[in-house]
């Protein structure tokens, strides 16, 4: 029966509190004058993080782990409540193990689709929610690879629903943001959080 290997990591709840905590963060600081259409138009962006990697491999269990990851977004906000976005994100590549002669790495990356809902909650700061499509490419494989009786390597894309919350605050066409998400890939469920900016040019 294959078991799932767990290995020290931070809770999933853990990403929540973080981004309650920049959320914190952003209303303490200064507030000043700001138009409610000061990101109106087209954006880039990038964001680091962390991220939270489940994966399964059949008649081999699985693995969690944690990593550092990035993305990058392009979007649009055609008015002050809706926008769009696309978004390539690396989930990064961990390896870990239960012991030393057996260590599972797990590489993930991939792209998204949202639509976006912001919320004003002051006139430089907003919540947003995002919904959409993802489809991540994943590699599974172990130390073994590629040879060996218990070697193995697993590839897959999956293609799933996707979304997640964030807050940002503005200031003139950047605004400081952060970001959680969540995708379904591998055989298991993946969480990001992420900071980083966004600047709109058009």
Known sequence: MPQLLRHPMKPARNLALQLAGISVLLLCLPLRAARADDLIGVYIGAGIGESRLEATVPDFGGTIQNHFSYEAVMGVRPISLLGAELQ?????????????????????????????????????????????LS??????????????????????????????LGVQYKFGSVAMRGDYAFFNAAGGHQNVFTAGFTWTFL
Not at 112 to 130: E, N, Q, R
Not at 136 to 163: E, I, K, M
């Open 88 to 132: 390539y994100v690396n989930l990064g590549q961990p390896s870990t193990s239960e012991d030393s002669y057996d260590p599972i790495g797990v590489k993930m990356q991939g792209a998204a689709a949202y639509g976006l809902l912001y919320l004003p909650l002051v006139p430089i700061v907003d919540i947003y929610l995002k919904a959409g």
């Open 135 to 164: 489809r991540l490419q994943s590699t599974v494989s172990n130390g073994f690879a590629p040879f060996g009786p218990a070697a193995f390597a697993f590839d897959r894309a999956n293609t799933s629903a996707t979304g997640g």
